[in-house]
C-alpha cells in the first residue's frame, strides 16, 4: 500500500530550523517526483518546494528561497525539506505529495499530485 510518513514538525522560535522527513513506502520512490506544500489556518494551500525524480532538479516558492532546501534519497526512500530562518508566516500544516512521472522535472501544482500524506504542523512562534 503507497504511503507517505511526514516528520519533523513542532514549535520553534522565529529564526530557528526545522528538518521535515517524508518517508515513502509501499511503491517506487525514484518513480516519482515529489512536492512539499503548507496550508495555513483559512488560507488555501501553497506550493512550497518539490524536486525531480533523479534530484537533479529542484524548485522553491518565492517566500522561501534561500532559506529552505528539498533533497531526497531514492535508497532510504525519503525526501527532506531543511528549513532555515524559520518566521511566522511559515507556520502550516506541511505535506509531502508523489506523483509518478516519465519527466525528471517538477511542479508546484498540487492538482498534479495523487498521493499525500496526512501532514505535520510547524509553528514558529516566540
Known amino acids: 500500500q503507497l504511503q507517505l510518513v511526514e516528520s519533523g514538525g513542532g514549535l520553534v522560535q522565529p529564526g530557528g530550523s526545522l528538518r521535515l522527513s517524508c518517508a515513502a513506502s509501499?511503491?517506487?520512490?525514484?518513480?516519482?517526483?515529489i512536492g512539499w506544500f503548507r496550508q495555513a489556518p483559512g488560507k488555501e494551500r501553497e506550493g512550497v518546494s518539490c524536486?525531480?525524480?533523479?534530484?537533479?532538479?529542484?524548485y522553491y516558492a518565492d517566500s522561501v528561497k534561500g532559506r529552505f532546501t528539498i533533497s531526497r534519497d531514492n535508497v532510504k526512500k525519503t525526501v527532506d525539506l531543511q528549513m532555515n530562518s524559520l518566521k511566522p508566516e511559515d507556520t502550516a500544516v506541511y505535506y509531502c505529495?508523489?506523483?509518478?512521472?516519465?519527466?525528471?522535472?517538477?511542479?508546484?501544482?498540487?492538482?498534479?499530485?495523487?498521493?499525500w500524506g496526512q501532514g505535520t504542523q510547524v509553528t514558529v512562534s516566540s
Open positions: 505529495a508523489a506523483r509518478r512521472s516519465i519527466f525528471n522535472v517538477c511542479t508546484l501544482s498540487d492538482g498534479d499530485y495523487g498521493h
Open positions: 509501499g511503491f517506487h520512490l525514484d518513480y516519482n517526483i
Open positions: 524536486i525531480s525524480k533523479s534530484g537533479h532538479n529542484t
